[in-house]
């Protein structure tokens, strides 16, 4: 019995399973096999990048020619850590880097490519530490807010037995506006909290709260702000929220038409992600949301910091819409992601495809 047999797996089913790009390369430097992490590594179908050239199927790799011909003639195989790539518009990659010259079933030379990314560990990492401080700092604020509404409500109460015994009008205006800013401080105390009550999962097209957050942006957008869309019909259905999920589209995409101060472009686009780790745990597939607008970007010194609550870099912001959607966004087990610089923010609404423990 074969070692095939023995396990009743297909080999490219194990590979597609791996965390490590691999690619594989004939001997003319052409594409014969790439797996799933190597899609997602490089952004590209292993469908159309079949008998490619490899600085084609993977411009990442068009600077590295003379590496891989070296290790393809002399058969020496060769590691780099923390090698930087680049590809014209994309994001940039950090990866550790190993080339393995091999013999193929014809007898060919053959190269083996493997790579780790990184940035994918340091996301993990960050990501992590969020979650982590996001769940720190809501504990504070309950603990905050319970300290604040106890006196809030003696004041209030105090505020309305003392209009009860005055007569004069002009004083009454004095308590009047005390249980008005009362009034004012426990909404605010409430929205601190987020919402009171979990998550009502249903079954939903992601497309339908994304639409009804469009055409409520529509109805007031600037003049000279176009609203786009791009969206993968394909993606499954998910359990969420309905109403959740509109208040944190509808915060993003406020933001993103703020952030431009009447003038540019915002972009929705939904996709499919694989093997995505949220809070530590590994889903095979996730559906992603990205808000996408042209403005100015985020100060670097606060892009690290846009989650904590009170933290805003507009004079009027409350600087707690970031904070709320990411806590009901953790409500459904996903998160939000936020990539910026001058010329293009990403805000990216990820969430498991696969039934989550509610």
Request: glycine fraction near 8%; include cysteine; charge should be negative.
């Amino acid at each position: 019995m074969s070692s095939r047999d023995s396990i009743g797996v297909r080999p490219d089913t194990i590979l597609d399973n791996l965390k490590t790009a691999v690619v594989c390369l004939d001997a003319r430097l052409r594409v014969t096999y790439l797996n799933t992490a190597s899609e997602m590594l490089f952004g590209v179908s292993a469908r159309h990048c079949g008998s490619e050239p490899f600085d084609r199927a993977l411009p990442y790799l068009a600077d590295h020619r003379e590496k891989l011909e070296s290790a393809l003639y002399k058969g020496a195989a060769f590691t780099e850590r923390e090698l930087y790539l680049r590809a014209g518009g994309g994001d940039p990659l950090t990866v550790d880097c190993t080339v393995t010259p091999f013999t193929d079933r014809n007898g060919a030379s053959a190269l083996l490519l493997e790579f780790l990314s990184l940035d994918r560990q340091l996301r993990i990492s960050r990501d992590d530490q969020m979650r982590v401080q996001n769940l720190a700092n809501r504990e504070m604020i309950r603990g905050l807010a319970h300290e604040i509404k106890n006196p809030l409500g003696g004041l209030r109460g105090a505020a309305q037995l003392l209009e009860r015994e005055i007569d004069d009008d002009g004083l009454k205006e004095f308590t009047t506006v005390i249980i008005r800013e009362a009034d004012r401080l426990q909404n605010l105390v409430d929205g601190l909290l987020g919402p009171r009550r979990p998550p009502n999962k249903q079954p939903l097209n992601i497309h339908e709260p994304l639409e009804h957050v469009r055409a409520l942006i529509s109805s007031d957008l600037p003049a000279n702000v176009e609203l786009k869309r791009d969206f993968d019909p394909s993606i499954p259905e998910i359990r969420a929220d309905r109403e959740q999920l509109i208040q944190t589209l509808f915060n993003l995409v406020g933001n993103a038409v703020t952030a431009l101060d009447g003038s540019g472009e915002i972009l929705l686009r939904t996709r499919t992600q694989r093997l995505f780790t949220i809070g530590g745990t590994q889903h095979r597939l996730v559906a992603r949301v990205d808000v996408i607008d042209n403005g100015p970007g985020i100060p670097r010194e606060l892009l690290p910091r846009i989650f904590h609550p009170m933290v805003s870099s507009r004079a009027e912001g409350t600087g707690m819409g970031l904070p709320i959607a990411q806590y009901l966004i953790h409500l459904h087990h996903g998160l939000i992601e936020c990539e910026s610089r001058p010329g293009q923010t990403i805000f990216s609404v990820i969430l498991p495809l696969e039934a989550g423990d509610d």
